[in-house]
């Protein structure tokens, strides 16, 4: 699988370390949290049949973060829309 590093251009699967999903927000006002939001906050991952946005770093290469876009079913990847790099 390519990944497209957006400094170093398209490199193998094996120069990258996966970072998981992007994260979800921390709860804005924690002390109102009741156990079940936080037990969605802390172990609740997405896993959609579909695009999905990941953190990946470029381990054995810039060594920088990025966010891509993933088709969990067909692994295509495209750079993330939100801009963050
Ligand atoms: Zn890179």
């Not at 497209?4 to 921390?26: A, K, N, S």
């Amino acid at each position: 699988m390519l990944i497209p590093c957006p400094w170093c251009g398209d490199r193998e699967e094996v120069e990258f370390r996966y970072g998981g999903p992007v994260p979800m927000g921390y709860p804005p006002d924690p002390q109102t949290v009741d156990d079940a939001a936080w037990a969605r906050y802390l172990y609740y991952r997405p896993n959609p049949k579909g695009a999905l946005e990941e953190r990946w770093v470029h381990t054995a290469g810039c060594r920088r973060w990025f966010t891509v876009t993933r088709d969990t079913v067909t692994n295509e990847i495209t750079p993330a829309t939100d801009g963050s790099g």
